[in-house]
């Protein structure tokens, strides 16, 4: 099984910048991508930015040049960097991992740390 937990959400100022970092434990050699969602109220959870094992990076078009997602595999942690923030990009964001195994897909996700952006 793999846990995920998240941290480094809060309130910060528009324009300003905050670091999220996700740390994997379990059967982390499972995981192949890790990836951030998002949840605002009201809304469907979206794809924030994903990486995969290999250190490829797929972005949505809203946070493209803001966010920056980055793996550690020797921590087991994956970090969002988010700069130049917007009220828009208030939310849960949400730690998620994913892996094939037998042919079939799983994934898990952490409990979700809240960005709020505002004056």
């Known amino acids: 099984q793999v846990q995920l937990v998240e941290s480094g959400g809060g309130l910060v100022q528009p324009g300003g910048s905050l670091r999220l970092f996700c740390a994997a434990s379990?059967?982390?050699?499972?995981?192949?991508?890790m990836g951030w969602y998002r949840q605002a109220p009201g809304k469907e959870r979206e794809l924030v930015a994903d990486?995969?094992?290999?250190?490829?990076?797929n972005y949505a078009d809203s946070v493209k040049g803001r966010f920056t997602i980055s793996r550690d595999n020797a921590k087991n942690t994956v970090y969002l960097q988010m700069n130049s923030l917007k009220p828009e990009d208030t939310a849960v964001y949400y730690c998620?991992?994913?892996?094939?195994?037998?042919?079939?897909?799983?994934?898990?996700w952490g409990q979700g740390t809240l960005v709020t952006v505002s004056s």
């Open positions: 379990g059967s982390i050699f499972r995981i192949n991508a």
């Open positions: 998620n991992a994913n892996w094939i195994s037998d042919y079939r897909y799983f994934e898990v």
């Open positions: 990486i995969s094992s290999g250190g490829s990076t």
